[in-house]
């Protein structure tokens, strides 16, 4: 005997519920969710069809992540993590995956800022210990003559990436001195300077390159 749609739809609303609760989502990811999956916020309010269309968007935010001022970060040090051959899959749905297993919650919850601040220092510690990165700042002369401390985190990718390839022979002298003569040359500044000196989309490119070469290393 057919279930009665009324019957259905209870069931469906429950599913959702419940499937939410699992996922670590609170209401209002939730109802952002079936906003976007159906044009209504409630779930009283949708055919058994557009509960359906609920689940089944759940079903593909898993491998979704999220915009929020954080994300960005943490895609950008998950292909900062590809390029140093520390994880072999670029993509967001690996980096979803991974972010599932140390959080312990699914992607609709990622975009709180508290569960994105502890995935970045937890892919921060992950690539400071796999990979040799040093995320303290560096110093900085200011104006006045004093020194400052400088966030750089392109540039201590790079410093890893340079002992990464000495290490395995692909470059022949180690230090910063030498990282920055071949970041001058790879560069074009027509000069020899500090890879302190690289623009970010010049930093951003010489990190590709490494990470090519990285790559390269590993697969023979």
């Not at 209002?28 to 069809?49: F, I, P, Y």
């Not at 999220?66 to 590809?82: C, D, E, F, N, R």
């Not at 392109?154 to 002298?173: C, D, F, M, P, T």
């Amino acid at each position: 005997m057919p279930e009665p749609a009324n019957d259905q739809r209870k069931r469906l609303i429950r599913r959702i519920h419940a499937e939410a609760r699992s996922r670590g989502m609170d209401k209002e990811a939730r109802v952002a969710l079936q906003r976007r999956a159906t044009g209504k916020e409630s779930c009283a309010d949708m055919t058994a069809v557009e509960l359906r269309s609920v689940i089944a968007e759940m079903g593909r935010s898993r491998d979704r992540l999220p915009s929020s001022p954080m994300t960005g970060k943490v895609k950008a040090l998950w292909i900062s993590a590809w390029h140093l051959g520390v994880v072999r899959d670029r993509t967001d749905a690996a980096c979803a995956s991974w972010l599932r297993r140390q959080t312990g919650l699914d992607a609709a919850a990622w975009a709180k800022p508290a569960a994105m601040a502890k995935a970045v220092q937890a892919l921060k510690s992950w690539l400071a210990r796999e990979a040799g990165v040093d995320w303290r700042p560096h110093l900085s002369l200011g104006r006045d003559g004093r020194e400052r401390e400088v966030e750089r985190p392109r540039a201590r990718v790079l410093e890893a990436q340079w002992r990464i390839l000495h290490k395995a022979g692909r470059v022949r002298i180690a230090g910063d001195a030498a990282l920055g003569a071949y970041a001058s040359e790879h560069a074009g500044l027509g000069r020899q300077d500090s890879h302190l000196a690289l623009t970010d989309e010049q930093a951003d490119a010489l990190i590709r390159h490494f990470g090519e070469m990285i790559r390269a290393g590993a697969a023979t």
